[in-house]
């Protein structure tokens, strides 16, 4: 009688050990992690298993341009959401690449779940394996080959999202073993935590020995100012040193710009107090900065003290020659060098408070260009645009971005961001048409923000179909395009062949095409008429609409810092 009841209790046991799929047990993780979203295209298996635990997918109209929501999510959300994008394995995975790439040199923490061939036949010629081909474009890249390994692979990849320096992760997911059946339970999944790790105190000391004997310090702030949520903190650094503040083109918003003691953004093209300062100073502490050199971001120059404080212990001595450098979470170490001077009463430098130089060094280049700013040239100048941009929207309540080329270099200069995370900014690597996927993913993020994309026809030639990804899925985001029928300024790098085949031209209408992909457009050719199109489009977008202001602009070549 017992052996009878205990056969039975023990296929009791085996019966309530619910098998499951892969594809299943991974969906419960994401559910486990609370994920909102599964962002990709166009077909994997991880959508339905994901659908069933209601998780929504989000299917844009390209691979990269998945990517680019799935990046402008994390960034919107500082990393405090775990952004997701699966795509199909071979076409789809190769499609990708450009958009892992584009997060990875930008410092962007996902979690890429690309499907796979089948088992066995993944390196087979031509097929494509993931694992083998971004593996220079991640910071982990692996693939499941036994079902057994699934939990432990899911928990070390997601480990590596939350953990270190930001970066795509990829685990490759082959297609057979999504339809393999196991007994894991993503119940049993932990959420891994995130390690936060701080300077000692012979580090604290030397750093801020070195930052109170200088002269003339700047700060130089880096997007994980902005991943570490250190705004206030660095606020409160600057104040107490009386220390000017410039960001990093990705840093940008991460100290307020219209703060007594910004500077702005050292991007290639900049406003004159980021030279003026840049230039007298003796000490640069660069803040959760990688200190990468780069066309877009303006060089330190050689005789200058650098101290540097990253999350990434290859960033020390990378590409300029550092003092010291502490490998830290950013915010964290700017908390310990403020705990540091007022636990130990450190006298501070008596040094000329800056302010009042800042304030005119502003106003004079301010000054200088107004006339392009507010100019009533027909066609209208792309700094109009821009002004009008500035006196349209509510910098606390936005989240603007751009894209490559003239419009970041004719925006960051001089649109202010005051309040952290309002300004996705990008500097390193640069590819036409990523911006508006970053608008779609902030606003996912930050669904009461309003999001701004500027953009050139370049761009939205590259992605403008994705525009009705805003209005099928409900992002209304304001993209405004620049028409200018060139690729404004490649004519000085093809001289011959844009005399002898114009071979910078481009045309095309590109209002229509929003309006017959759902949304709203407009065209723009005067400039007295830029102002009211913009508000008429952001009363769409509070609708629920996305919209597209297409502006007749012509091509510019004068650039803040370059001319």
Known sequence: MADGMHNLAGECLNTVAKRINGAEYIAGVLKEEGVKQIIGFPASELFDAAAALDIPPLIARTQRVAVNIAEGYARASAGGELAVVTVQYGPGAESAFAGIAQAFNDRVPLLFLPTGYPRGSEAVAPNFESRRNFSHITKWCEAVTRIEDLPKLMHAAISRVRNGRPAP????????????????????????????????????????????????????????????????????????????????????????????????????????????????????????????????????????????????EADIGKDYAITQGVVGDVGSVIRQMIAFIRRNRLPLARRAQPASEIAAVRAAFMEKWMPLLTSDSNPISPYRVVWELMQ?????????????????????????????????????????GSGLGFAMGAKLARPEATVVNLMGESAFGMVGIDFETAIRCNLPVLTVVLRNNVLGGYAKSMPIATEKYGANRMSGNYAPIAEALGGFGVTVTEPALLGPALLQALDEVKAGRAALVEVVTHEEPRLAGLW
């Open 169 to 312: 992760v990829l685990l490759e997911l082959p297609v057979d073993l999504l339809a393999e059946s196991t007994i894991a339970s993503p119940s049993d999944h932990l959420r891994p935590a995130r390690s936060i790790p701080q300077a000692d105190d012979h580090e604290l000391a030397r750093l801020v020995d070195a930052l109170l004997g200088a002269a003339s310090p700047v700060i130089w702030a880096g997007q994980g100012v902005l991943s570490a949520g250190a705004s206030a903190s660095l606020v409160e650094l600057a104040e107490l040193l009386e220390i000017p503040v410039m960001t990093t083109p990705n840093g940008k918003s991460g100290f307020p710009e219209d703060h007594a003691l910004a500077l702005g953004t050292a991007g290639r093209a900049r406003p004159a107090t980021v030279d003026h300062f840049l230039a007298k100073a003796d000490l640069v502490l660069a803040l959760g900065s990688s200190l990468t050199r780069s066309y877009y971001i303006l060089p330190i120059p050689d005789d200058k003290v650098i101290l540097q404080v990253t999350l990434d």
């Open 392 to 432: 349209v929207l509510d910098p606390k309540t936005s989240i603007v971005t751009h894209d490559a080329g003239n419009p970041r270099d004719q925006f960051c200069p001089f649109f202010v961001a005051n309040t952290p995370g309002s300004y996705i900014g990008w500097g390193k690597t640069t590819q036409l």
